[in-house]
């Protein structure tokens, strides 16, 4: 007999897909941009069904909310309509279907084999271990700082990977400050090659990016802003 | 201190990014309070001053990567390694982005107002890929990968036109995107079968005998990276993007992102250190890219597409060391890589001088296309381009004495090492094709006359470095002692730790 | 090894004064020629103490051994015997000959010229003298590179197609060799550290050495598959019919000073990797399998000399009778008695000297006349008598008129064929399986006969057909001193021929000896040894073990 929570969980999942199918198939942009708001709402179910509310509350806030809005927001001001829809990635599609089949089919064979075996819980239960010689929390649930490092239970690293602190706002943050720094500290990198390069392909003033209006005279010969609806080069030979 | 050494040429590298975007946003800041002639000249000033500080800050990356050889450790919680292989591969992108620095330095068809952003991109884009060789979480690496591949389509369509139906930005913006979501998906199911990120721990709870699933996902994995290296069913975007690019940016992408890309492999590939399934995936797809790679290539008539496509099948000689996943193997593709760097640089420092030449646009669209029958009599023109372009391509070919030749002497004696006869054989056939396309461009360079074809006048620079890298091939090949034995050492201590 | 590095020298001579060209400032094409011939000469002058090697003793002498990455089985290991050490001389003596054959009749790009011809002799007298597969394959790819440029950039009016051709029928045959040198490679390390191969070799297992791989040990099916690649592109070379079809082209195409070293030396290098790879490695496959390329090789005799005789182009047709010359010299090597080896050797060597000069006579005319048709000429005797008369001598020889040096190499080829079709008839009784060969082969010589002397006819003799043929300069100074060597040695080998043959003859003894004995061993190993699935033979090492004195005795004493 399913538990409630697994059955939930189903369910949040396929909408998660149909969500994303939506977005695909969809004509309409606007159609595309609630099913993926569709997609996002059901992940964040998907999250909270799994202890991770931190997350969950993210996810709802950012994708659902501020990404979501910024969306629709461009489908309406650059006033695109189901006419633009594109048709030329129908081949694509032909192509794409079987090798999505075979990927789905060994998945699933994947996932099936692998559902008889209790894998092994991702979480330690337990008390932490301790490599020998370093103090550390080795009770997270009890109220006290064992390691005296003025970090209690959840809120200290070593506790990060314990079930209990699991989802919790001190052991995401933990976890980001600790084994998981460097990554957060490189996505700050990433987002500003993201920024400058947003604003690189996207914030010339209006003239420039018209391909009709010549460069303006006060570069005279000068290689710069050789810009304008230039299509790739044509892709003779390619296979 | 230790431990700042250990980070030193990602620091190095941090502190060139940092420079760069100072002078992007002070220098080359636009202000409406300056007249247009004035406006023009501190643009002039960023590009001039962000070019030096690019070529010299990676001159000193290279360096800094130097000084931290020997660092072993790690750091971040265990979620950076660096050892011996980790830095030698640092030592060779530092080179290559010395290398691609120069080759970008007046890059064609790049506004001045956006030459600081490039070289930006270019460092960041190198940043990245030396994390991914020490990044031993998959986080990390997803993360890092993401670095190295965003800056590089946003270099494509700066020299392309902005904003606008740039074909070959978009194919490549959302191939990449693609592979990179479905390289994120194999490793949430490495997660979900491990319980960790931590790629050794990975490796040791898939085990000898993982399940399909395991398998799976591990090849899903690395799709992502094996877009990078443009192997055969990732490989569409490459022919667009080396044609469309700047000469600059097409040499970054096609030398410096493919060791970059090689290393990251090598260290993702140790989360199925013991799938041996693997053998079949990798050895099918250097069978495929090769032959795809080279049969393409024949039909080219532009020098980059061409070389797009050999690097499609350079790829899957690449892969012929790896599929064994043992230390011969693995030896065999960094060195290979490595030459195969100095030999992407040769043939592009050529493309960028004769490239010079070549009219900037065409029918008002920029132009970056380098047709073989512009380096006609380039011989004549300037013989140490023209040696230059000979060594290049003859390394490709696997001719001795170069580094291409003894890099495909190890690539197949690894591959024999594991029993895989067929592919040998079907390598050495290859390699036959190969030789074709490869002396059609010879061909015009040494053959054909050079009537009707402009003057060629590249600096002393220019021919330095012609020259020197040439002999850099070339005593490679003949002494690969100088190189293999530390390679052996470091590919040891990648798979024994 | 102990002295001086006699054989590093004699091989890399001609590209350092190749390089050295380089240095010759613009517009000084004189010096430039003038530095190319001293480094010819110098490089054959150089050569002449090997012809101090000692016939008796045999074996490998002048060897030099350094290490250059012995954990892989790189080493520099050269060193000649009685066969490669009469290659290199007419490699060595070709040089200057070619060179002032070539004096005035390249139009532009002089320094490139001579430097490619010379790093051709540096790559052709590496691939001689060299004792380690690595080494020799090295050499054996870089011969493509200058030839490549030799005929694309100086050569007629179908190069390109010519030259692309060329290079890739060779490079397509030489990857196939590259892949079953990858193999044994690899059976020489996996039959080492077995134990196989003695105590030496399981302590270094990746060797190249020619020593050593000829001791891996491979049953016949094995032998078969690893021949066939080596072969293919030995046979190539050449070139053995059918593969010959480059040829033709090559030669049209190429500029005079090109046919000569491809005709003269290159052509060679497929019989001499026969020699010293693809028979002493594979003997068993030799033995199964040499019927085939006789078969070819007489095809290729009479095919070469029919379409030889309705050639209207003359080098066309001097380059077909290089077909037919080719399959002497392969019908000889694969009879494996001594005659038909010697004669084969010799034949190389009067082939380099016969058919190198003929095409340096047709280039002596080309540069006149600017034709090459037969039918344009006629009655050329008249005005030039001496060059007919020097004409007349080398064909002559090339179609073996006793006296000349061609009658030597082909009459001890027929006589070992017919040997060995004796010998073949007393085990089959049948007639074409076993005399079959010679008596075809021989018709070789008739027709060769038939088609130098028609063309020798038509253009010599008769009414002289053009009055433009009128004023046509006999042989210049330089011409004369072009030919004179090649007339000495064409007379000097016919007619004294002994000197040749005693300095190969232990070794060709020898090397017949190390087939006969390794044909045997290889009989005595089962089928698939040495195959990807039972490298070092478990089968094998299971019987020694089980005290089979025999077969312990033969893997331990295994060259």
């Known amino acids: 007999m399913m538990d ?48 991770a509310h931190l997350i969950a509350a993210l996810q709802v806030i950012i994708y659902a909310g501020a990404i979501m809005i910024l969306v629709v927001y461009i489908i309406m001001l650059l006033d695109l309509g189901s006419a633009d829809a594109q048709t030329v990635y129908r081949k694509a599609g032909l192509m794409g279907l079987p090798l999505l089949a075979l990927l789905l089919l060994l998945l699933g064979q994947g996932m099936i084999s692998v559902a008889g075996d209790a894998a092994a819980p991702p979480l330690a239960q337990g008390p932490v271990v301790c490599p020998p010689g370093v103090a550390c929390e080795t009770d997270c649930g009890d109220g006290v700082d064992q390691d005296g490092d003025n970090m209690t239970d959840c809120a200290d690293t070593d506790c990060a990977g314990v079930a209990i602190c699991f989802g919790t706002v001190e052991a995401v943050g933990a976890n980001l400050l600790g084994p998981f720094v460097l990554p957060f500290e490189i996505a700050s990198v990433l987002l500003l090659a993201g920024i400058v390069g947003a604003i690189l392909l996207t914030g010339r003033k209006p003239g420039e990016l018209e391909p009709s209006v010549p460069p303006p005279a006060i570069q005279p010969g000068s290689i710069a802003d050789a810009s304008g609806s230039s299509e790739a080069q044509d892709t003779e030979g390619a296979v | ?108 068809n790049i506004p001045v107002r956006d030459r600081p952003e490039f070289l930006l991109f270019m460092t960041l884009s190198t940043l990245g890929m030396m994390m991914l060789v020490s990044a031993d979480e998959l986080i990390t690496f997803y993360v890092v990968l993401e670095l190295s591949a965003y800056c590089l389509y946003i270099m494509v369509p700066m020299a392309s036109g902005h904003g606008s139906h740039n074909e070959a930005s978009y194919k490549y913006f959302i191939y990449g995107a693609t592979t990179s979501a479905v390289s994120l998906y194999g490793m949430t199911i490495l997660y979900g079968l491990a319980g960790t990120t ?17 398998l799976a996902a591990v090849v899903l994995a690395i799709t992502g990276v094996l877009f990078k290296l443009a192997v055969f069913p990732f490989h569409f975007w490459a022919p667009d993007v080396y044609q469309v690019s700047t000469h600059g940016a097409a040499a970054f992408i096609a030398a410096t992102s493919k060791v970059g890309a090689v290393a990251a492999l090598l260290r993702l590939l140790l989360v199925g250190a013991d799938v041996e399934q693997l053998y079949w995936v990798l050895g099918g797809l250097a069978v495929l890219s090769m032959t795809f790679g080279n049969l393409a290539a024949i039909a080219q008539k532009d020098l980059k597409r061409l070389l797009a496509y050999s690097g499609v099948a350079q790829g899957g000689y690449i892969l012929l060391g790896l599929m064994g996943q043992d230390s011969a193997g693995y030896t065999a593709a960094t060195y290979y890589t490595i030459g195969y760097l100095a030999m992407v640089l040769l043939c592009f420092l050529v493309i960028v001088e004769v490239g010079r030449t070549l009219p900037e ?71 036959t094709i190969a030789i074709y396309y490869y002396l059609i461009v010879v061909k015009a360079a040494y053959v054909h006359g050079a009537e009707g074809q402009p003057r060629l006048e590249p600096g002393l620079m220019a021919k330095m470095a012609g020259v020197g890298v040439s002999l850099a091939v070339v005593f490679l090949g003949v002494f690969p002692q100088w190189v293999v034995p530390a390679l052996d050492r470091a590919m040891n201590a990648l798979l024994g730790g | 090894m ?102 005035d009749s390249v139009s532009r790009r002089h320094t490139e010229f001579f430097f490619h011809l010379l790093a051709l002799q540096t ?88 020593t050593d791989l000829y001791r891996v040990q491979m049953g016949a099916d094995v032998q078969a598959w690893l021949f066939l690649a080596f072969a293919l592109a030995f046979a190539v070379k050449v070139p053995m019919f059918p593969l010959h079809t480059w040829l033709p082209d090559a030669h049209v195409q190429a500029p005079t000073a090109g046919s000569v070293v491809l005709a003269g030396v290159l052509l060679k290098m497929g019989t001499y990797g026969f020699l010293r790879l693809g028979m ?141 079709g004796h010998e073949a008839f007393a085990q089959t009784g049948s007639f074409w399986s076993s005399y079959g060969y010679v008596v075809v082969a021989a018709t070789g010589v008739v027709l060769g006969a038939v088609y130098l002397l028609w063309m020798i006819e038509r253009v010599f003799f008769g009414p002289i057909l053009q009055s433009r043929w009128l004023g046509l300069k006999d042989l210049s100074a330089r011409e004369g001193l072009v030919f004179a060597p090649l007339l000495l040695m064409i007379f000097w080998m016919g007619l004294y021929p002994k000197p040749f043959i005693d300095k190969m003859e232990p070794t060709v003894e020898a090397w017949i000896e190390q087939i006969r004995a390794g044909e045997k061993k290889a009989a005595s190993l089962p089928q698939g040894f040495g195959s990807p699935a039972n490298p070092s033979g478990e089968l094998h090492s299971r019987l020694a073990a089980s005290g089979d004195a025999q077969s312990e005795g033969s893997e331990g004493g295994g060259d």
């Open chain 3, 123 to 210: 790559a052709m007298l590496g691939a001689f003298v060299a004792q380690n597969l690595a080494v020799f394959y090295v050499f054996w790819e870089l011969m493509l590179i200058p030839m490549f440029f030799l005929i694309g950039i100086w050569g007629g009016k179908e190069r390109l197609y010519a030259t692309l051709k060329f290079v890739l029928y060779t490079v397509f045959g030489s990857m196939l060799m590259l892949v079953a040198i990858f193999y044994l490679y690899w059976l020489h390390h996996e039959q080492a550290v077995a134990g196989l191969l003695g105590p030496a070799a399981a302590l270094s297992p990746w060797s190249l050495e020619f």
């Open chain 2, 198 to 214: 931590s790629i050794p721990a990975i490796a040791a709870a898939l085990g000898a005998a993982p399940s399909t699933l395991a």
């Open chain 2, 1 to 108: 201190m230790g431990l700042y050494l250990r980070f030193l040429p990602e620091l190095g590298m941090l502190g060139l990014a940092l420079a760069l975007f100072l002078v992007s946003v002070t220098i080359g800041g636009e202000s409406d309070a300056l007249d247009e002639r004035r406006r023009d000249e501190r643009r002039r000033t960023a590009a001039y001053v962000s070019d030096r500080i690019g070529l010299l800050g990676s001159v000193g990356v290279l360096v800094l990567a130097a000084l931290a050889i020997w660092q072993n450790g790690t750091l971040f919680f265990d979620a950076y390694r660096v050892g011996l292989f980790s830095q030698l591969v640092k030592i060779v992108l530092a080179a290559g982005l010395v290398g691609a620095m120069w080759l970008a330095r007046d890059a064609r």
């Open chain 2, 361 to 431: 646009s065409e029918g008002g669209r920029p132009s970056n296309v380098l047709p073989i029958s512009a380096l006609d009599g380039l011989h004549q023109r300037s013989p140490v381009l023209a040696l230059a372009l000979l060594v290049g391509l003859l390394g490709m070919a696997g001719v001795p004495p170069t580094a291409g030749f003894t890099g495909k002497w190890l690539l197949f004696k690894a591959a024999i090492e594991v029993e895989a006869f067929w592919l040998v054989l079907i390598a050495g056939i290859n390699n």
């Open chain 1, 4 to 51: 409630f929570s697994v059955a939930l969980l189903y369910v949040f999942s396929g909408m998660a897909v149909a969500g994303g199918l939506g977005l695909v198939l969809c004509k309409h942009p606007i159609h595309g941009a609630i099913s993926l708001l569709f997609s996002m709402l059901s992940l964040a179910g998907i999250y909270a069904l799994l202890d």
């Open chain 3, 280 to 420: 002493p490695l594979f003997p068993a496959a030799v033995a199964e399998w040499a019927w085939v390329i006789l078969v070819l090789a007489v095809v290729g005799i009479v095919y070469g000399a029919l379409v030889a005789m309705i050639q209207p182009d003359m080098k066309k047709l001097v380059a077909y009778s290089s077909v037919s010359h080719m399959g002497y010299i392969m019908l000889g090597i694969f009879v494996l008695n001594p005659q038909g080896v010697e004669g084969g050797i010799l034949q190389m060597l009067n082939h380099g000297i016969s058919t190198g000069a003929l095409f340096l006579l047709v280039g002596v005319l080309y540069d006149r006349t600017h034709t090459r048709r037969i039918w344009d000429f006629g009655g050329l005797a008249k005005v030039m008598p001496i060059y007919t008369t020097v004409f007349i001598v080398v064909a002559l020889s090339s179609a073996g008129l006793p006296g000349t040096n061609g009658f030597v190499g082909e009459f001890l080829t027929l006589l070992g064929a017919f040997q060995w």
């Open chain 3, 2 to 103: 102990d002295s001086l590095p006699l054989l590093t020298i004699v091989t890399f001579l001609p590209l350092v004064g190749g390089l050295l060209l380089f240095a010759v400032p613009k517009g000084a094409e004189g010096a430039v020629r003038w530095v190319a011939l001293a480094t010819a000469v110098l490089g054959f002058v150089v050569s002449l103490p090997l012809l101090g090697y000692d016939g008796v003793a045999a074996g490998m002498q002048f060897a030099e051994n350094y290490a250059w990455i012995p954990t892989w089985g790189l080493t520099w290991h050269l060193g000649i015997d009685g066969i490669s050490v009469w290659l290199v001389m007419l490699t060595t003596f070709l040089g200057p000959i070619v060179i002032l054959g070539a004096w």
